[in-house]
């Protein structure tokens, strides 16, 4: 197995066990919400500590289900990610054409 192959499974361990650790060793039983996101805890926390506190805006669409909010935000990183990667894949193909180019001219200046 080469080095690649090992850093690639050991990383690719590292996220499954940081997906499934927090729901086998079940972090969070003891809330009514194990799971919610930091906008919901913030939710919880002004509620508690000022109960008559009005928000300054709403939001401009509220999701029907906390399933559906859950598939935009998805699809929002997919989406990142997908820009990102591209990017990047741009990049290192030009970078690597302008060496091929590069390499070319070399060499048809040693043939001449």
Not at 4 to 29: E, F, H, K, Q, S
Not at 49 to 78: M, N, R
Not at 82 to 102: D, N, P, S, T
Request: charged content about 20%; aromatic content about 8%.
């Amino acid at each position: 197995m080469s080095r690649n192959a090992r850093i690639n499974t050991l990383l690719l361990l590292v996220v499954v066990a940081l997906a499934v650790l927090p729901l086998a060793l079940g972090m969070g039983d003891h809330k009514e919400e194990p799971f919610t996101g930091a906008d919901g805890q913030a939710e919880t926390a002004i509620t508690e500590t000022h109960p008559d506190y009005e928000p300054w805006f709403s939001p401009l669409y509220e999701p029907p289900s906390g399933e559906i909010e859950s598939a935009l935000f998805s699809l929002q990183a997919a989406l990142g990610a997908g820009v990102l990667a591209y990017y990047f894949g741009l990049r290192r193909g030009r970078r690597q054409g302008e060496a091929r180019a590069q390499a070319r001219a070399e060499n048809a200046g040693r043939a001449e």
